[in-house]
């Protein structure tokens, strides 16, 4: 049998407690009929226009089966937040993916079997995209491990050391975001994949961190990466600190050559 279509539409706020939570669940399963091996459901199209939050241990937006054409939109006032923002998950069908359109804000990890995310709003965690790519348009703040291609238009600003399995791509015009607490404690970025930079790089100082000559951070580090930068700059730190920077190799570095007395 053929699971029937979903258009699903939220509103208000939906909130979610407890081990393995979801908020919205949605699913379009198939039954194999005999003699088959694969089958679909219907397409499953999901707006969020509101919010929706299911804690650290659950799933906001479940999405399970459906078809190729799934689709999430989240509007631009609306909010997903979770541990698992949104989980896409197939049933028997290699041909199962999620789409997601982001305006608004997306905070915690997110799947999507392959299917793409574009994003003019704000998100902030883990990408499981299967191959997929993420377009970049808004704010990207990447952390953990992230398997997914990369396109950067907007703001990209990795938390701590964020590793992308896929390729990156920051554009002309694009920014790329590092911020510096301590020596030991700094964001970065680390590709497994191939990478190539534009735009600007931008390293913010933390009032917490207390520069010494020589002090030295990798941005970023792989083994396939090309750099042509706009421009790069420093926001805070001492008044007249000085540094330096530039690839060395497939690597970007950022060091403190002088303190003012």
Do not use: C
Request: charged fraction near 10%.
């Amino acid at each position: 049998g053929l699971g029937g279509s979903i258009s699903y539409m939220q509103n208000g706020t939906v909130s979610a407690t407890g081990e393995g939570a979801a908020g919205v669940f949605l699913q379009s399963t198939a039954a194999l009929s005999h003699n088959q091996t694969s089958a679909t459901g219907s397409a499953i199209m999901a707006s969020i226009s509101g919010n929706v939050t299911a804690g650290s241990a659950g799933a906001a937006v479940w999405v399970h089966g459906g078809n190729d054409s799934n689709s999430l939109t989240i509007a631009s006032h609306a909010t997903v937040s979770a541990g698992e923002a949104v989980r896409f998950t197939a049933d028997l069908a290699s041909a199962q993916k999620l789409l997601i359109t982001n305006f608004g804000t997306l905070l915690g990890a997110f799947s999507t079997g392959g299917g793409n995310v574009e994003n003019e709003g704000l998100i902030q965690g883990a990408a499981s995209l299967a191959g997929g790519t993420l377009q970049n348009a808004g704010e990207f703040r990447p952390q953990g491990n992230n398997t997914a291609h990369i396109e950067n238009f907007g703001i990209l600003a990795p938390l701590g050391t964020a590793i992308v399995d896929g390729t990156v791509s920051s554009s002309l015009g694009a920014t790329i975001v590092f911020s510096i607490q301590s020596l030991t404690e700094y964001s970065s970025l680390s590709l497994n994949g191939t990478g190539s930079f534009g735009g600007l790089f931008r390293v913010h100082l933390h009032d917490s961190y207390l520069p010494n000559v020589g002090d030295s951070f990798t941005l970023v580090s792989g083994s396939s990466n090309s750099f042509s930068l706009e421009d790069f700059e420093v926001v805070g730190g001492i008044p007249g600190l000085e540094w330096s920077s530039g690839a060395m190799g497939n690597n970007y570095i950022f060091t403190i050559t002088a303190i003012p007395e």
